[in-house]
């Protein structure tokens, strides 16, 4: 299988301190996939130590996205051309998620536009918060 990046899909070659920003912006946005072991042009260079890599993963969701996203997000590892990839699905939240440790600010707020992650202005933090908020009473 060919990767390609697009609005919906990120590749990383390895897990960085940008996951945590890409995963509020797919929540924050329509959802999307995070293949880690795939480099920028799509091809795979793999990944050791898949168990360490998913516990860092469930540690970042536990303690550095709010809400707590672990229902909207499932794991799975994949082996292709012997190597091993992990692919991170994420579905569209249903709450205004931030970066825990920057609170609900342009430094924690994020949007995919294309295949970027944008943060957020003050104005869109606001209408998403107000949105989910009504949509809940």
């Known amino acids: 299988m060919k990767y390609v990046e697009t609005e919906k899909v990120e590749l990383k070659k390895v897990l960085n301190e940008t996951f945590e920003k890409e995963v509020v912006a797919f929540l924050n946005t ?3 996939v995070i ?14 130590n898949i168990d360490d890599i998913m516990k860092k ?28 990839i992990l692919e991170v699905e994420i579905e569209k939240g249903n709450s205004l998620y931030y970066i825990k440790r920057y609170g ?4 924690g707020c994020y949007v995919r536009v294309g295949t970027s992650v944008r943060s957020m202005t003050e104005e869109q933090i606001d209408q998403l918060y107000d949105f989910y908020h009504i949509k809940k009473k």
């Open 35 to 48: 293949y880690i072991g795939v480099e920028d042009d799509g091809s795979i260079c793999g990944i050791d």
């Open 104 to 107: 609900r600010s342009f430094k």
């Open 30 to 32: 329509d959802g999307g």
């Open 57 to 84: 993963i469930s540690d970042i969701l536990i303690d550095g996205i709010v809400p707590n996203p672990q229902s909207l997000i499932s794991l799975k590892a994949i082996k292709e051309d012997s190597k091993w």
